[in-house]
Nanobody, 116 residues
């Protein structure tokens, strides 16, 4: 019974920065992988970044060097810092928690629009 709630989305100009947060609540046990995904209009949902319980990170090639994923387990929160934003980053961003032996949980998403 874990719920994930994203926040921090909004409108930002190209080249700007935006930080997203994903707060988890409910019957939480240590999650193995926490990821950020995004879905642009007319496109499939894609992985943006992920972070394991041990802190290992993985990024899509399109965002590597610009985005940073991090977590604060004490606050049950995962973050995505997005820098040097491009128009192609426009999408609804979702967080996802994955465990070894129970179903994944998705947040409801937060919209990010990069436009001048």
């Amino acid at each position: 019974q874990v719920q994930l709630v994203e926040s921090g989305g909004g409108l930002v100009q190209p080249g700007g920065s935006l930080g997203l947060s994903c707060a988890a609540s409910g019957s939480i046990s240590s999650f193995y992988v926490m990821g950020w995904y995004r879905q642009a209009p007319g496109k499939e949902r894609e992985l943006v970044a992920r972070i394991t319980s041990g802190g290992t990170t993985n990024y899509a090639d399109s965002v590597k060097g610009r985005f940073t994923i991090s977590r604060d387990n004490a606050k049950n929160t995962v973050y995505l810092q997005m820098n040097s934003l491009k128009a192609e980053d426009t999408a609804v961003y979702y967080c996802k928690a994955d465990w070894f032996s129970r179903p994944s949980v998705w947040g409801q998403g937060t919209r990010v629009t990069v436009s001048s």
